[in-house]
C-alpha cells in the first residue's frame, strides 16, 4: 500500500515555529513532485510550498521567506518548515506526491498525476 501521513501540527502563538513531516510508505520520493497544501476553509485549499522531484521548489507569496520545503537522505521524508507563523497559516495541512502538483483549489488526490495523498495536520496559530 502506497501512502503518505503528515506529522508535526499543533497549536503554537504568533511568531512561533513549527516543522512538519510527510512521510511515505511503501514507495519512496524519487522522481515524485511533492506538494504541501492547506485548507483553510471548507472548499478552500492552497498550494503552499512544492518540492519537486529535481530539487527545486515553490513557495506561495504568502509564505515566502516564512517557510521551507526539503527532504531527508533517504528520500522518505519531506519537511515542511514553518517560521514566523500568523494566524492567517491557520489550516489542515496536507501533502500529496504524484508527476507534478497542482493549485486548483481543491485539497485531494488527482487521478492520473496526483495520487498519493494523506489525512493531514492541523496547525492553529492564535494571537
Known amino acids: 500500500l502506497v501512502t503518505v501521513a503528515e506529522s508535526g501540527g499543533g497549536s503554537i502563538q504568533a511568531g512561533g515555529s513549527l516543522r512538519l513531516s510527510c512521510t511515505a510508505s511503501g514507495f519512496d520520493f524519487v522522481g515524485v513532485d511533492v506538494g504541501w497544501y492547506r485548507q483553510i476553509r471548507v472548499n478552500e485549499c492552497e498550494l503552499v510550498a512544492t518540492l519537486r522531484d529535481d530539487g527545486s521548489t515553490y513557495y506561495r507569496g504568502s509564505v515566502k521567506g516564512r517557510f521551507s520545503v526539503s527532504e531527508d537522505s533517504a528520500k522518505t521524508t519531506v519537511f515542511l518548515q514553518m517560521n514566523d507563523l500568523k494566524p492567517e497559516d491557520t489550516g489542515v495541512y496536507y501533502c500529496?506526491?504524484?508527476?507534478?502538483?497542482?493549485?486548483?483549489?481543491?485539497?485531494?488526490?488527482?487521478?492520473?498525476?496526483?495520487?498519493?495523498w494523506g489525512q493531514g495536520t492541523l496547525v492553529t496559530v492564535s494571537g
Open positions: 500529496g506526491g504524484g508527476s507534478t502538483v497542482s493549485d486548483d483549489g481543491y485539497c485531494g488526490p488527482r487521478e492520473g498525476y496526483l495520487e498519493v
